[in-house]
C-alpha cells in the first residue's frame, strides 16, 4: 500500500497567496467554503491539509487550477 506524506509549506503559502491576489479574507473564504476561519488558518500556516472536497471548492472560488493547487501539495510516496 502506498502511504502519502505531504509537505505543506508551499501548498499553505500558496493558498494565502491565491487568497489575497483574490482580495478574500479567510472569514470570507471560510464563509464560501463552509468551515471556521481557524481552519483556513490551519491550512495557510501548514498544521493541516484541506480534504479534496474543499481543494475543489478552493480551486473555483481562487480560480485556481485544481493540478496547480494539488501540485502544491508536493506527494511523497514512501
Given amino acids: 500500500m502506498i502511504e502519502e506524506?505531504?509537505?505543506?509549506?508551499?501548498?499553505g503559502y500558496s493558498l494565502k497567496e491565491y487568497?489575497?491576489?483574490?482580495n478574500i479574507t479567510q472569514?470570507?473564504?471560510?464563509?464560501?467554503i463552509g468551515v471556521s476561519?481557524?481552519?483556513i488558518?490551519?491550512?495557510e500556516t501548514?498544521?493541516?491539509?484541506?480534504s479534496m472536497?474543499?481543494?475543489l471548492?478552493?480551486?473555483?472560488?481562487?480560480h485556481e487550477p485544481l493540478l496547480d493547487i494539488i501540485t502544491k501539495s508536493k506527494k511523497i510516496y514512501k
Avoid at 5 to 11: D, P, Q, V
Avoid at 19 to 22: A, F, L
Avoid at 27 to 32: D, F, G, I, K, S
Fill in 5 to 11: 506524506t505531504y509537505k505543506m509549506t508551499e501548498l
Fill in 19 to 22: 487568497r489575497i491576489r483574490n
Fill in 27 to 32: 472569514q470570507e473564504l471560510a464563509n464560501l
Fill in 37 to 39: 476561519t481557524n481552519t
Fill in 41 to 43: 488558518h490551519l491550512w
Fill in 46 to 50: 501548514k498544521m493541516c491539509r484541506p
Fill in 53 to 55: 472536497g474543499s481543494l
Fill in 57 to 62: 471548492i478552493l480551486s473555483d472560488i481562487l
